[in-house]
């Protein structure tokens, strides 16, 4: 079965960095666009980043670019977030998820498979 697995969430102080990565199995990983999305509790899911099928053009919400990297590893299966300078406002619930074609990728409708989410707190 398909299963998307978050790691590297935490605690860190504002202008600080974290590193999330995602591990995908159970398809053909090759084949999948993967991104990343984040919801704070009583608010919308958010697009973050993406990163097409080969890995050749990666998307960014405005909030995020310049700041956040989103890149994939063929090898070891993962796609990892790379999160620089973060702020309060970065603090969220953090979602890896992965799709055939993720047409409209910037909604979470358009994705088919999730992970369970990883918390990132950003303090003063």
């Known amino acids: 079965q398909v299963q998307l697995t978050e790691s590297g969430g935490g605690l860190v102080q504002a202008g600080g960095s974290l590193s999330l990565t995602c591990a995908v199995s159970?398809?053909?990983?090759?084949?999948?666009?993967v991104g990343w999305f984040r919801q704070v509790p009583g608010r919308e899911r958010e697009f973050v980043a993406a990163?097409?099928?080969?890995?050749?053009?990666?998307y960014y919400a405005d909030s995020v670019k310049g700041r956040f990297t989103v890149s994939r590893d063929f090898g070891e299966k993962t796609t990892t977030l790379q999160m620089n300078n973060l702020t309060p406002e970065d603090t969220a619930i953090y979602y890896c998820?992965?799709?055939?074609?993720?047409?409209?990728?910037?909604?979470?409708?358009?994705?088919?498979?999730w992970g369970q989410g990883t918390q990132v707190t950003v303090s003063l």
């Open positions: 159970g398809l053909t990983f090759n084949d999948y666009a």
């Open positions: 990163v097409t099928w080969s890995g050749r053009s990666t």
């Open positions: 998820t992965a799709d055939k074609d993720a047409v409209g990728y910037d909604k979470p409708a358009a994705w088919h498979h």
